[in-house]
């Protein structure tokens, strides 16, 4: 069973599109994230959600809306897609909220995103 | 600014000795910890963390990291290196005004040669 399940794993589009990539997790946790890794493979989180509701929002272009429609589930759709968003994007999730030994992150396998 | 430093980006090594991939870190107060390995067109697994305690650190497949305090540094190592070991490492610490959030290091490449 996966634990952090995404689709697609690869995302072949034109630039101006809009897509979205899903992230499902059965792990029962509360918080979920999206983290972007650029082609020099640095990772960075974007946002995270706990139950549903936003946390973390870095400086990320509003052309990214992460949406929760419920605790297991957090997809992220991109409008007006642009070369410089062709990145692998890994969602995760962690059991609580904050600091703790709960607070593992376990990632999915990654949704690999090449704009034309 | 909280910042995790990999000063390698490769290390190569022979199966069979022991391997070192280096992580020194800088965040105010008391460090949370991370390692996560990246295997081919995988997500990130964790491997280890620290939190508090022992700074002797044991976790999966036989790797093991220990933190240094003076040295500020959270060194990952394993006594004898698999060629199934060759993966990409990330060390990451708990940004201490945001725990939700993670800050990876820019990643080792370790390579195991048979």
């Known amino acids: 069973d996966t634990a952090v399940s995404q689709t697609p794993k690869y995302l072949v589009t034109q630039m101006g599109n809009d897509k979205s990539i899903k992230c499902e997790q059965n792990?029962?946790?509360?918080?979920m994230y999206w983290y972007k890794q650029d082609s020099k493979k640095f990772l960075k989180i974007m946002f995270s959600y706990n139950n549903k509701e936003l946390i973390i929002n870095e400086t990320v272009p509003n052309r990214f809306s992460p949406k929760s429609p419920d605790k297991a589930h957090l997809n992220l759709h991109i409008n007006s897609l642009e070369l410089g968003d062709s990145a692998v994007y890994f969602c995760?999730?962690?059991?609580?909220?904050?600091?703790?030994?709960?607070?593992?992150?376990?990632f999915g396998a990654g949704t690999r995103l090449s704009v034309l | 600014a909280q910042s995790v430093a990999q000063p390698e980006d490769q290390v190569n090594v022979a199966e069979g000795n022991p391997l070192t991939v280096k992580c020194t870190y800088s965040?105010?107060?008391?460090?949370?910890l991370f390692w996560y390995v990246q295997y081919p067109n995988r997500g990130l697994q964790f491997l280890l963390k620290?939190?508090?305690?022992?700074?002797l650190v044991k976790g999966s497949y036989g790797f093991e990291a220990e933190f240094n305090k003076s040295q500020t540094s959270f060194h990952l190592k394993k006594p004898s290196a698999l060629v199934s070991d060759s993966a990409l490492y990330f060390c990451a610490v708990r940004d201490p005004y945001n725990t939700d959030k993670l800050i990876f290091g820019t990643g080792t490449r370790l390579q195991v040669f048979p």
């Open positions: 620290y939190i508090t305690g022992d700074n």
């Open positions: 965040v105010s107060g008391n460090p949370y």
């Open positions: 995760a999730s962690s059991q609580v909220l904050g600091p703790g030994p709960q607070n593992i992150q376990y």
């Open positions: 792990l029962g946790h509360d918080t």
